[in-house]
Structures are given as structure tokens and as C-alpha cells.
């Protein structure tokens, strides 16, 4: 008989070894744990990072999608909506109330005249700066508590796996639409 275990993030322990090991649900088939998810771990990892990245962003009146644009424009200065939202994986509709945010906090500044079918010239402005350093303070204290949970010999690797599986997926991607501009992984990524 097939075991039907459910795995959702609560669901997982930690055993004494610090291995993380899946826990049957109430009402589960009877029968062995199913192996552990790797899809499911980073998933789920992911969304509990950013939530706690958002949390710390909000005082800052930022989000990800905000730190992302400012990243890209601190590396590329005069991209247009077009160009962002591609970067972002999101709309141009999208990236044009991101940036119409970033606009109002004078975080970024537009250096030509706003129209239809013009392309905007954007720019980061040092409020922009400063709120892009403040970010980056942010996501380098999600990394640390991260790693802190990676025993030490183990954490190059672990940095290395992940950058190993991001990279198979954005060719994954970029190989099946050959116009779409890889996704970036986050405002210091010079990928």
C-alpha cells in the first residue's frame, strides 16, 4: 500500500545530526517517510527568506521588486520600463508603478520628457543610493542567518549548489524564449 504523506513547512524536523527529515501528518498513511523534497526545501525556504526580507524592508517603504529596480539601474543607469521589467520577469505595467513608487520617494529620477511611446531614461538619485545600501544591509543579514544554519565546511558547497541549480534554470528558460533577458538574482547580481 502507497503511503500518502503530505509535506508542508511545518511537517519538517530537525533530528539531532541537524539533518532536516520529513514528519507524518495526523491521518497519514502508515508506511515510511517519503524522501526529502529538494524542489519543496527551497520553495519553501525562499517564501520564509522573503517574508522575513520583506518585513525588514517595509520600514524602509521598499520591497524586492523596488530593491531589484534600484539594483539594476545602479549597474545599467537610463534603462527604460521595457528593459526592467524584462530583468524583473514582471509587466512593463508592472515596473512602471514600481518605479512610479521609486519616483515619488525621489529614489529615481526620469531624464526625459514622460510621453507615450518614449522610451524614460531612469536614474538612481542618492536617496536611491542610500535606500539601495540599506537594502543590500538587508539581504546580506538574510544570508548570514542562512548560512549560519550551514555548518561551515559545508557552506561554499552549499553557495555553489544553489548557484549551480539558479544557473541551470535561467539557461532552462532562456533556452525556451530565446528574447527573455535571465532573471537576476538580487541588486549586487552582475549576472
Known amino acids: 500500500?502507497?503511503?500518502?504523506?503530505?509535506?508542508?513547512e511545518t511537517d519538517v524536523k530537525v533530528d539531532d545530526a541537524g539533518v532536516s527529515v520529513p514528519e507524518p501528518v495526523a491521518g497519514d498513511s502508515p508506511g515510511p517517510p517519503p524522501a526529502l523534497n529538494a524542489a519543496f526545501l527551497v520553495i519553501s525556504l525562499g517564501r520564509m527568506l522573503r517574508e522575513d526580507v520583506d518585513a525588514q524592508l517595509r520600514p524602509l517603504a521598499l520591497s524586492m521588486r523596488h530593491l531589484s529596480a534600484?539594483?539594476?539601474l545602479s549597474r545599467q543607469p537610463g534603462l527604460s520600463y521595457s528593459e526592467l521589467a524584462r530583468r524583473a520577469g514582471i509587466t512593463p505595467q508592472s515596473m512602471q508603478a514600481t518605479l512610479r513608487q521609486l519616483e515619488q520617494v525621489q529614489a529615481v529620477e526620469r531624464r526625459t520628457v514622460a510621453g507615450r511611446g518614449r522610451t524614460a531614461q531612469l536614474h538612481v538619485t542618492a536617496v536611491g543610493r542610500d535606500l539601495?545600501?540599506?537594502g543590500r544591509q538587508v539581504i546580506d543579514s538574510a544570508e548570514e542567518r542562512l548560512l549560519a544554519a550551514v555548518p561551515a565546511d559545508h557552506r561554499a558547497?552549499?553557495?555553489a549548489g544553489?548557484?549551480?541549480?539558479?544557473?541551470?534554470?535561467?539557461?532552462?528558460?532562456?533556452?525556451s524564449d530565446p528574447d527573455a533577458t535571465p532573471l537576476e538574482s538580487g541588486p549586487d547580481s552582475s549576472t
Not at 1 to 8: G, H
Not at 168 to 175: G, K, N
Request: hydrophobic share 40%; glycine share 16%.
Open 132 to 134: 539601495l545600501g540599506q
Open 70 to 72: 534600484l539594483g539594476h
Open 1 to 8: 500500500m502507497a503511503s500518502s504523506y503530505s509535506q508542508t
Open 162 to 175: 544553489l548557484a549551480g541549480a539558479f544557473g541551470a534554470e535561467v539557461r532552462r528558460r532562456s533556452s
Open 157 to 159: 558547497g552549499f553557495v
